[in-house]
């Protein structure tokens, strides 16, 4: 009885230190990619689910304050509010060069990333896609952009500044004014659901690991969303969460090797 008492009076003390160092303003600020399915979706009466939602919930859960969760338009935009301190943490796909801006921590799932093109293509696997003629399509400053601009040799990359709808991404590959389109695998899917006429290349040409970021230098607030991480995942927290979603080419992360 006397050490339960103890747990549960840490808890007391240890609580509140946790809430001020990650939710500062008493609100657990958390910002992800609106357009990403990977990391979440908005409906049309502006309620978010997903991943990256259903983690910041929690974490505000446990913390003992309120989530406020904002859908950003890019991954600029969510870089600039964790930098900024507008939001406490953001989710983000990790590359090296934003690792330089902010801190990442572990993975919490890694997701798959493929080509779609025409179903009458010749192009039959990511191999196939660097050659000379190729116009691969991809948006500006997303890992599948950066992953091809330093990649690709052969081919032409034509990169979009925003995140198209489905049906204008779909008539830029079936009118041929891109040959492939690099995006995340689950909406490359979805894509081709849609759109008959459009297929997805059956093997990844890159695999990116789904991470919580926050700002630059605060390891305290790091090693607190990686202990909560590690707990996500061996629970079975992530994976529900990747079920419910229904996400495709998605999968927990494994545990950091350390």
């Not at 505000?60 to 600039?80: F, Q």
């Not at 801006?101 to 990333?113: A, E, I, K, M, N």
């Amino acid at each position: 009885m006397m050490q339960l008492l103890h747990v549960l009076l840490a808890l007391v003390l240890v609580l509140p230190q946790l809430a001020a160092n990650l939710a500062p303003t008493g609100t657990l600020r958390a910002t992800f990619i609106a357009n990403n399915p990977v990391q979440g979706r908005v409906d049309s009466a502006g309620a978010t689910s997903g991943p990256a939602p259903d983690l910041a919930r929690e974490l505000a859960r446990r913390l003992g304050v309120p989530p406020g969760i904002t859908p950003l338009p890019s991954a600029g935009a969510v870089m600039e509010s964790v930098i900024t301190g507008k939001a406490d943490i953001g989710f983000l796909a990790y590359e090296a060069a934003r690792a330089e801006q902010v801190d990442f921590s572990d993975s919490y799932l890694v997701s798959g990333s493929a080509y779609a093109v025409r179903a009458d293509s010749s192009i039959r696997n990511s191999a196939d896609v660097d050659r000379p003629g190729v116009i691969v399509g991809a948006v500006t400053g997303q890992s599948q952009e950066v992953w091809v601009r330093e990649h690709i040799k052969s081919a032409r990359i034509n990169a979009l500044p925003t995140v198209p709808a489905n049906a204008v991404l779909a008539a830029l590959l079936l009118d041929g004014k891109v040959h492939a389109f690099a995006a995340n695998r689950t909406r490359m899917v979805e894509l081709a659901r849609d759109f008959p006429a459009i297929r997805v290349l059956p093997d990844d040409f890159l695999v990116v690991g789904q991470a919580i970021v926050v700002a630059k230098g605060n390891r305290t607030r790091l090693d607190e969303v990686n202990r909560f991480l590690a707990g996500m995942r061996t629970s079975g927290f992530v994976k529900a969460s990747i079920d419910r979603a229904n996400l495709l080419g998605v999968e927990v992360a494994p545990a950091p090797g350390r």
